[in-house]
């Protein structure tokens, strides 16, 4: 049985820091495959299906309300 999780990955070409929530499939440690898709209008460091480290961060803005999230930090490799 899989575990997702909400994972935030910062969007690219932004002028200020942009969050997307994606879902991810928690694979083991701190490692996550995004499931989410990607929307046509939005850039991002890493593809869906990638697995990527996530590290736990405190948003700021709106996110921030919410307490510490799961952060898109690098592709696993």
């Known amino acids: 049985m899989s575990c997702t999780a909400t994972v935030y990955v910062e969007l690219l070409w932004e002028h ?3 969050w997307r929530p994606v879902q991810a499939e928690h ?3 701190d490692l996550y495959r ?5 929307p046509d209008d939005e850039a991002w ?7 990527i480290t996530c590290k736990t961060r405190q948003l700021s ?3 921030g ?3 510490p999230v ?3 930090y ?4």
Not at 74 to 77: G, Q, R
Request: glycine share 16%; hydrophobic share 40%.
């Open 16 to 18: 200020v820091a942009v």
């Open 27 to 29: 694979v083991g440690g």
């Open 34 to 38: 995004l499931t989410g898709e990607q």
């Open 45 to 51: 460091p890493f593809a869906a299906d990638d697995v």
């Open 61 to 63: 803005g709106e996110w």
């Open 65 to 67: 309300r919410h307490g």
């Open 70 to 72: 799961l952060v898109a």
């Open 74 to 77: 690098e592709k696993s490799t």
